[in-house]
């Protein structure tokens, strides 16, 4: 395909469609994301990875970009979405240059959008491919140095 903008038309008559548009480039800009929590024990601070966020406290979240050296950390803004990319109105406190952040996790399924410019000025847009669910509980077994997590079942 050629450079520039694309359109697409659709007969009023042929009802509602959906579009997915999927490209490649030579400069990837893939990024993934932990939820982290934490807990004091003996006077010291303990994090630890979580599967998900809990509702109704705050959560944290460390965005993991491989190539972030092509990127103005500056400018680099996340955002929640629901499952059909409309913005949720809560958003993420993104600190710099850790890319860590704290953001109200909503009651409805959402992904992360992140978005920004290069280093070489040009805006992008990154979408995550895993929708995260907020829960209402995480059971943790308590271990020497911090906790880890129990997987859903029956003991």
């Not at 994090?47 to 705050?58: C, H, K, N, R, W």
């Not at 990319?85 to 996790?105: C, K, M, Q, Y």
């Not at 907020?134 to 079942?153: D, I, M």
Request: include cysteine; hydrophobic fraction near 35%.
């Amino acid at each position: 395909p050629t450079h520039g903008i694309w359109s697409l038309v659709f007969p009023a008559n042929t009802g509602t469609h959906t579009v997915k548009v999927q490209s490649t480039s030579a400069f990837n800009l893939d990024f993934d994301y932990l939820f982290f929590d934490g807990q004091e024990l003996g006077g010291e601070w303990h994090d630890y990875v979580a599967q998900y966020p809990l509702l109704g406290s705050d959560a944290k979240v460390k965005l993991l970009i491989p190539s972030r050296n092509r990127l103005n950390l500056g400018s680099l803004r996340v955002t929640l979405i629901d499952k059909w990319g409309r913005e949720l109105p809560d958003s993420v406190e993104l600190a710099t240059p850790s890319l860590e952040g704290t953001f109200n996790p909503p009651l409805e399924p959402f992904k992360l959008k992140l978005s920004g410019r290069t280093a070489m000025g040009q805006s992008f847009q990154r979408i995550s491919p895993r929708l995260v669910t907020a829960k209402n509980l995480r059971l943790r077994q308590q271990g020497r140095k911090g906790y880890s997590l129990l997987t859903c079942g029956r003991t």
